[in-house]
């Protein structure tokens, strides 16, 4: 098996681009991405035949729903340019889901979905369903202290929908002794019956016959939007698995997600220059599953519970766009997100746009480092709030990773998170070395993000890549230089983002082959490659 290289315009080096084995007579057959893979995990001789097995599953998933999704690349188009501008951020968050995480090699595999449940329950069709209750004892229920007195039916059903489970309640005596819970319908069938037969059993979870409201998944499928309340999320458990991680939802990532929020909240308040670029997501409403031993790392916790997201109302003339979305053109040619923002701007080129957004993303991000924070700013858990078409504001959201320096938050005069931690030695919330805070700026941010949408536009034909990354560059040094911040704390970042002649990238495969089990973090690990924003020989 022999490997051909090709130029990554990105990196500015060479890479594998593909493998090939050379025949007998001399010629070159290629090999699909299933037989390479093959080849690959066989030559590899401490992988176990489960690991191995697992992967190639992972694969064949995603290149079958690879096909999937690109027969919805019409509709999805279609629906950009016919969908109401008020109707509009479901389409942003369906085109977020079909374009998925870029970096990760089986992006489109949903572990456990066949094609009619991706059809029915995933985003990039966009089809409505409504969502099924149970009601569990208030004993084995634990609560967010902003869900203290309210109970998730008064944020998620209108005043007729929760007089109908609260009718169901009475009939069969629950009123008083539990509380009722929203559960993705797919996960109720088949995850909730394997978990807690016991609790059905004895009566300590009742499911409910009762169901709504309508409901469709956004980019991250577990959390759903309510079509009466876009600007209101759920964020619910829901076992299958993608990006090599179960998607459910732990009780330690909604703690962690509070005081991940509190730091964000506390840095508004006093740094100018983080207050005028972000806005948080309210997630401080929760509940989920407690079992009696008290044990909050206890895996059943992470199979039932909801979360309650709040998203900022802007004017009539504001959007929330997934950063991701600016990647996304499903038909070639310029992303929709970005081609519709410039039709309300007629006067602004691309270039301008791409500075505005650019700026207000590198802007954030430094400042946020030279405080001694960084959030995950990856193109799911951040929006772009765009007013008449120009980017003004960042809205985060899923406050459960925000990675911390602690001599640094110190130094800022901001408390350190108290983050329930279940493994300190692979723990990555709190760091001890400002590169390594800087790494997750540089993998997440630029180069799945920020490089996505270099690249989308770059294949559009109306932005070269050398240009846009040159834009990156400029923009990146002089919000370093503009920082309020020390001298030696510019030249650190300078040297990290621009100087150095390589940086983290994130490894996935590698990390993926050595778990063992799928658990609630996906598996990566940190190589270094070469510095995008270095001008190379080819560039100058």
Request: one cysteine or more; hydrophobic letters at 45%; a negative charge.
């Amino acid at each position: 098996m022999s490997a051909s290289l090709a130029w990554d315009a990105w990196r500015n080096e060479r890479r594998v681009m593909e493998l090939f084995e050379v025949m007998p007579e001399g010629s070159r057959r290629s090999l699909d991405e299933r037989t390479a893979l093959w080849r690959v995990l066989a030559a590899l001789p401490d992988l176990d035949v489960a690991t191995l097995d697992r992967t190639m599953r992972q694969l064949d998933e995603s290149v079958r729903n690879s096909a999937l999704f690109e027969g919805a690349a019409d509709l999805l188009e279609d629906d950009c340019e016919r969908t109401l501008e008020h109707k509009k951020r479901m389409i942003w968050e369906r085109l977020a889901a079909w374009r998925d995480r870029p970096f990760h090699p089986f992006a489109r595999g949903r572990g456990g979905w066949a094609k009619d449940e991706i059809e029915n329950y995933g985003a990039e069709f966009g089809r409505f369903f409504a969502l099924r209750w149970c009601a569990v004892s208030r004993e084995r229920l634990l609560m967010s202290p902003a869900m203290a007195e309210k109970e998730p039916i008064e944020f998620i059903l209108s005043p007729f929908q929760a007089n109908s489970i609260d009718d169901e309640m009475e009939q069969r005596g629950l009123a008083e002794t539990h509380v009722a819970i929203p559960v993705h319908p797919w996960h109720l069938e088949t995850a909730v019956p394997r978990e807690f037969g016991p609790e059905l059993a004895s009566g300590e979870i009742v499911i409910f016959d009762f169901a709504g409201p309508l409901v469709c998944a956004t980019s991250s499928l577990r959390t759903v939007a309510i079509s009466s309340n876009p600007h209101r999320h759920i964020k619910l458990p829901l076992d299958i698995s993608t990006l090599g991680v179960r998607r459910l939802m732990s009780a330690q990532s909604l703690h962690n997600g509070l005081t991940g929020a509190a730091l964000l909240e506390e840095a508004c308040s006093r740094r100018p220059g983080v207050a005028a670029r972000v806005q948080i997501a309210d997630e401080t409403r929760f509940c989920t599953f407690h079992e009696s031993s008290g044990d909050i790392f206890a895996p059943r916790n992470a199979f039932l519970g909801c979360a309650i997201r709040e998203f900022p109302i802007g004017g009539e003339d504001v959007v929330l766009v997934p950063l991701a979305t600016f990647a996304v053109a499903p038909r070639a040619g310029l992303p929709p997100a970005i081609s519709l923002s410039l039709k309300k701007r007629p006067r602004t080129g691309i270039e301008t746009f791409l500075e505005e957004l650019f700026r207000l993303l590198i802007g954030f991000a430094m400042d946020a480092l030279h405080c001694g924070f960084i959030p995950e700013m990856h193109g799911q858990n951040v929006l772009i709030e765009l007013a008449r078409g120009r980017p003004v504001k960042i809205v985060l959201r899923d406050h459960d990773t925000v990675r911390c320096l602690p001599e640094w938050l110190g130094r800022a005069g901001l408390q350190t998170p108290a983050y329930l931690i279940k493994d300190p030695r692979r723990a990555t919330m709190l760091l001890d070395c400002p590169e390594s805070l800087f790494a997750y700026a540089q993998t997440l941010l630029f180069d799945v993000a920020l490089r996505s949408i270099c690249e989308a536009i770059d294949r559009s034909g109306h932005f070269g890549l050398r240009d846009s990354k040159a834009l990156l560059r400029h923009v990146t040094a002089s919000e370093i230089e503009k920082l309020d911040a020390p001298p030696e704390t510019r030249d650190r970042l300078r040297t990290a983002f621009l100087d150095s002649r390589d940086w983290p990238f994130k490894q996935m495969l590698t990390p993926l082959l050595a778990t063992p089990h799928l658990g609630l973090g996906m598996p990566s690990a940190l190589g270094r490659a070469a510095n995008p924003l270095m001008v190379s020989g080819q560039e100058q």
